[in-house]
């Protein structure tokens, strides 16, 4: 059974940085596009960055463009959200999930993804 377990979060000031990271267990990650997500209180999760299964296509939110990179390390099984010049408005719960046959086009969609993590706290205190 696929696992993710996300790590990373935390309380950071504005403008600070943090990198999370997303390992994945029973599975080997080369076979999934990764997605990160994030969720804050009273609103819908929100697609934040996605990599495709060799790396080789990343997109991003307009929101996070030029602030966040998504990376991934196949051979350690982990994907990182790398987060600079953090805003209040980022403050949320941070989700990777797994897609193993969703179209590129689609991985900015919750419903393209099969497995997910259990989140991990982002707080931006300004």
């Known amino acids: 059974q696929v696992q993710l377990v996300e790590s990373g979060g935390g309380l950071v000031q504005t403008g600070g940085s943090l990198r999370l990271s997303c390992a994945l267990s029973g599975g080997t990650l080369s076979t999934y596009a990764i997605g990160w997500f994030r969720q804050a209180p009273g609103k819908e999760r929100s697609f934040v960055a996605s990599?495709?299964?060799?790396?080789?296509?990343?997109v991003l939110a307009d929101s996070v463009k030029g602030r966040f990179t998504i990376s991934r390390d196949n051979a350690k099984n982990t994907v990182y959200l790398q987060m600079n010049n953090l805003a209040p408005e980022d403050t949320a719960v941070y989700y990777c999930?797994?897609?193993?046959?969703?179209?590129?086009?689609?991985?900015?969609?919750?419903?393209?993804?099969?497995?997910w993590g259990q989140g991990t706290q982002v707080t931006v205190s300004s």
């Open positions: 999930a797994a897609a193993n046959f969703a179209p590129a086009l689609r991985l900015y969609q919750v419903s393209s993804y099969d497995y």
């Open positions: 990599i495709s299964w060799t790396g080789g296509n990343t």
